[in-house]
């Protein structure tokens, strides 16, 4: 099982996402933390990640996409999962439309655990296997089954 099930549940998983866009897909992402109280505004989240887009564009290939940044005031780390049937142009580094997206915030004073958690996502996604697993999820239930049967070789805990 993976532990990763342990930072992300049903209510974070966004299927489909409708946006077209990505600053769409970020404040769609966003969304769900904002409605249940996690970030206080996805305007300030949004443009952490934006700044943090500025600098390298985290659609890292393959279909996918991290979008991701530090911000004050939170207390653990906010994963939130999105699947586009479409894909949205991410300005991936393989130029391909992203269908799977990562967003996550984090507090500023955990950048370890931050890494932490993208080095594991990252290692899972560059699976292709898990990606269409992903990629057949119709439903958040069935997403988070495909997470929890994810065997992530997650040796060391997060």
């Not at 586009?84 to 991936?92: C, K, L, P, T």
């Not at 898990?130 to 495909?146: D, E, G, I, K, Y």
């Amino acid at each position: 099982m993976s532990d990763l099930t342990k930072f992300i549940s049903e209510e974070f998983i966004v299927v489909p996402m409708r946006a077209g866009s990505a600053d769409g897909a970020i404040l769609e992402l966003l969304k769900p933390l904002e409605n249940k109280g996690i970030i206080d505004s996805s305007e300030v989240c949004r443009e952490t990640i934006l700044k943090r887009e500025r600098r390298m564009s985290t659609g890292v290939g393959k279909g996918v996409a991290l979008p991701h940044g530090l911000s004050d005031g939170l207390k653990e780390v906010a994963v939130v999962l999105g699947l586009s049937r479409e894909g949205i142009n991410y300005r991936a580094v393989d130029n391909m439309l992203c269908h799977i997206f990562i967003l996550m915030i984090s507090p500023s004073d955990k950048p370890e655990k931050h890494l932490k958690m993208l080095s594991r996502f990252s290692k899972a996604l560059d699976s292709g296997s898990f990606r269409s697993a992903l990629l057949a999820a119709r439903t958040p239930a069935q997403a988070m089954h495909v997470l929890a049967d994810l065997d992530d070789g997650g040796e060391e805990e997060i």
